[in-house]
C-alpha cells in the first residue's frame, strides 16, 4: 500500500507547478484522495480533495480559484495544479488517501494512507 508523489520544485511567484501522486497495492477507485500542506513548525493543513468519481472537489478558501485537484482512475493517479503560485505556498505537499466517499472531511487523522512528501518553494 504506497502513495508517490512527484512534481516538486521551485517556482517564481506566478508561476505554476504540477503534482502527480501515483497508487499501488490498494484499490484506489474506492478510496476518496486528497492533498495536505505542511508548512515549519506546524500542523498538515488540507488543500484539496476530490471524490471517487473526480466529479466533486473540496478546496480550502486559500487555494480556492488558484489550484484544481483532479484523478485519473485508470492511471491510479491524483494531481494537483498549482497556478498563481505565491511565496506562502512554499510547504511541503503531502497526497493522502482515505477510504469510503466522505470528501468534506479536511482532518488530517481521517486519512489512512499517505504519501512521503514533496517540497514547494515559491520564490517573490
Known amino acids: 500500500v504506497q502513495l508517490q508523489a512527484f512534481g516538486g520544485g521551485a517556482v517564481q511567484a506566478g508561476g505554476s507547478l504540477r503534482l502527480s501522486c501515483a497508487a499501488s497495492?490498494?484499490?484506489?477507485?474506492?478510496?476518496?484522495t486528497a492533498w495536505f500542506r505542511q508548512f515549519p513548525g506546524k500542523e498538515r493543513e488540507f488543500v484539496a480533495a476530490?471524490?471517487?468519481?473526480?466529479?466533486?472537489?473540496n478546496y480550502s478558501e486559500s487555494v480556492k480559484g488558484r489550484f484544481t485537484i483532479s484523478r485519473d482512475n485508470a492511471q491510479n493517479t491524483v494531481y494537483l495544479q498549482m497556478n498563481s503560485l505565491k511565496p506562502e505556498d512554499t510547504a511541503v505537499y503531502y497526497c493522502?488517501?482515505?477510504?469510503?466517499?466522505?470528501?468534506?472531511?479536511?482532518?488530517?487523522?481521517?486519512?489512512?494512507?499517505w504519501g512521503q512528501g514533496t517540497q514547494v518553494t515559491v520564490s517573490s
Open positions: 493522502a488517501a482515505k477510504y469510503g466517499t466522505n470528501f468534506y472531511s479536511r482532518a488530517s487523522r481521517d486519512y489512512d494512507i
Open positions: 497495492g490498494f484499490t484506489f477507485s474506492n478510496y476518496v
Open positions: 476530490a471524490n471517487r468519481s473526480n466529479f466533486r472537489k
